[in-house]
């Protein structure tokens, strides 16, 4: 089955730094843009960051920028997002999604499969 797996999330103190991961099954990772959203209680699904596919370009959500770096390891079909200087406004379920195609300036609804998500708290 075509699976997309986050791993990584836990609780992290406010100015801390966690990466996550998300590895792919049952497709190559390389030829899909791979993007990071995320999803707070009572918020809907925002877009935090994505790397293109073909070229490796990335984009981030002007919260995340400067903070979060999003990369491609495709030795071990995975992406991961390193995020740093965290904040508790960061806190959320984050998930990755694949797209056979651009990124598409971070819309969900153009994304073609999901992972579960995995959960990220920031203490304050």
């Known amino acids: 089955q075509v699976r997309l797996m986050e791993s990584g999330g836990g609780l992290v103190q406010s100015g801390g730094s966690r990466r996550l991961s998300c590895t792919a099954s049952?497709?190559?990772?390389?030829?899909?843009?791979i993007a990071w959203f995320r999803q707070a209680p009572g918020k809907e699904r925002e877009g935090v960051s994505c790397?293109?596919?073909?070229?490796?370009?990335?984009d981030y959500s002007d919260s995340v920028k400067g903070r979060f770096t999003i990369s491609r390891d495709n030795a071990k079909n995975t992406v991961y997002l390193e995020m740093n200087n965290l904040k508790p406004e960061d806190t959320a379920v984050y998930y990755c999604?694949?797209?056979?195609?651009?990124?598409?300036?971070?819309?969900?609804?153009?994304?073609?499969?999901w992972g579960q998500g995995t959960q990220v708290t920031i203490s304050s």
């Open positions: 999604a694949a797209r056979f195609g651009p990124c598409s300036r971070l819309s969900a609804g153009d994304q073609n499969f």
């Open positions: 790397i293109n596919r073909g070229d490796g370009r990335t």
């Open positions: 049952g497709f190559i990772l390389n030829i899909y843009s």
